[in-house]
């Protein structure tokens, strides 16, 4: 072997040792960047945040015809076209006067004129301009405006739409429409503000994720208000203190606006996330997703229990607001519990329905589709339950918030609905109410070959 080659082969052998070395520091670099998550770039938790929104948004939508379909089979026959026309207007007047007042009010983005109380932005919502860039989005690092106010305002719906059915078969129509504009224009989004908005409530730590209290309870107190100073319906209540059933005029629609309710929560809660930017938020959506429907479930299937030992047989209509109830019950916090404790919240929210349904029967409170204890009590008890999973909240604090939004809601409600039924009248008359709304008020029927019911 010749010195050049000898001299060859040795550097070599002293090169390979350091070359596997590069070689395995390169891997572990690559290895570490792959571990380390690149940051998303901004634009693109823009459109995510966005999309979940509008996602979110149409599934709430959906619930207005859950609410509709519901409320039409609750009801007698001769009064389903009323309930039909009272949901379109109510949703419709929500988009107007959301967009006219609502949403500045409920979001003032820091600019207040009655500190934490009273939005300073005044006048219509305004969207981002078409075609923008990300440096012209009003918040690239959140959503478009549009999304957010197509969402929000879903809510807003929803808590009308809660009014409609408790209120069901003696009441005027326009009166109702009259009062559904100041709810979604005012009262709705001026107590939305003081937790959604950064307002005082919020200040002091009280925690409602989707609104068991923002949005449920506030459909069930103004429900409350307007069915205490309505009244019963004729022949609900005998003189001997005898309660007499009034059955709905469709189960099956009443079953279909119940899974179409429950299809429209995942949007509820999962679009409440308000981000989908990460694979943390995106985890969090499926699991309050998953939460959601475990609530709902424990609901229905105590209900249907409860009912069977109680009257001896399943009652249909306790188990489809068993299920609600059981939504609202986890509205205010979906996202912290576990499965099971999940499926326990929405449990007592089943408990709540079917003992509070015959307690107003017993006080004489005539709520034709269980509004009120399905979304009023339901969505006390689920405020409530929030510092079970989520050390952040407190008893106290939960309590003294539902105390005043429960305060301001019930007292403004009612005098709104005095002052209503003073000038303009709130309850048909006794010859309209036995023959059916639908054709006295609307002039037509849902049923016309059945509707004498």
């Known amino acids: 072997m010749t010195l050049m080659l000898k001299l060859g082969l040795a550097a070599t052998l002293i090169a390979l040792p350091q070359l596997g070395l590069a070689q395995e520091a390169a891997a572990t670099a690559e290895a570490t960047e792959a571990a380390v998550p690149a940051a998303v770039p901004t634009d693109v938790v823009f459109i995510l945040n966005s999309l979940l929104f509008l996602f979110g948004g149409v599934l709430v939508f959906f619930m207005a015809a859950g609410f509709a379909m519901l409320e039409a089979g609750l009801v007698r026959s001769k009064n389903v076209t009323m309930q039909l026309t009272k949901n379109v207007a109510l949703f419709s007047l929500a988009a107007i006067f959301y967009w006219l007042i609502g949403y500045n009010l409920m979001y003032p983005l820091g600019t207040w004129s009655v500190e934490g109380i009273l939005s300073g932005v005044w006048g219509p919502g ?90 449920h309870s506030v459909g069930g107190w103004a429900a409350l208000a307007g069915a205490l100073i309505l009244g019963p319906r004729i022949g609900k209540y005998g003189k001997d203190g005898r309660v007499n059933p009034i ?68 009652d249909l209509t306790m188990v489809l607001n068993g299920a609600l109830a059981g939504l609202v019950s986890i509205t205010a916090e979906p996202l912290t519990p576990s499965l099971g404790m999940a499926t326990l919240i929405g449990a007592v929210g089943g408990v709540i329905v079917v003992f509070a349904v015959p307690m107003l029967d017993k006080l004489k409170i005539d709520d034709v589709v269980g509004a009120i204890p399905v979304h009023l009590l339901a969505g006390i008890w689920g405020t409530l339950a929030v510092p079970l999973t989520n050390s952040d909240a407190s008893f106290g604090t939960q309590i003294i918030s539902i105390v005043i939004v429960g305060a301001f809601v019930l007292v403004v409600s009612t005098v709104v609905w005095l002052i209503i039924k003073a000038t303009m009248g709130l309850r048909v008359d006794e010859e309209t109410e036995i023959n059916g709304l639908d054709m006295a008020e609307m002039g037509m029927e849902a049923y016309p070959e059945f509707s004498k019911g």
């Open 126 to 215: 305004v969207l981002e301009a078409v075609g923008i860039t990300a440096e012209e989005a009003d918040d690239i690092s959140y959503a478009a405006t549009g999304s957010d106010f197509i969402f929000q305002l879903m809510f807003c719906a929803a808590t009308a739409s809660i009014v409609s059915g408790a209120l069901a078969e003696r009441i005027k129509l326009w009166p109702f429409l009259v009062f559904t504009v100041i709810l979604t224009g005012v009262i709705y989004p001026l107590q939305a503000s003081w937790k959604w908005g950064g307002g005082f409530l919020d200040e002091m730590g009280f925690l409602d994720f989707a609104g068991s209290t923002v949005v």
């Open 247 to 314: 059955p709905g005029s469709n189960l099956a629609l009443a079953t279909l606006g119940m899974f179409i309710l429950w299809l429209g929560w995942f949007g509820f809660n999962g679009g409440s996330q308000l981000a989908m930017g990460s694979v943390g938020d995106v985890a969090d959506v499926s699991r309050i997703f998953s939460n959601t429907n475990a609530a709902a479930a424990g609901g229905s299937i105590v209900a249907l229990i409860l009912t069977q030992i109680l009257y001896k047989k399943p």
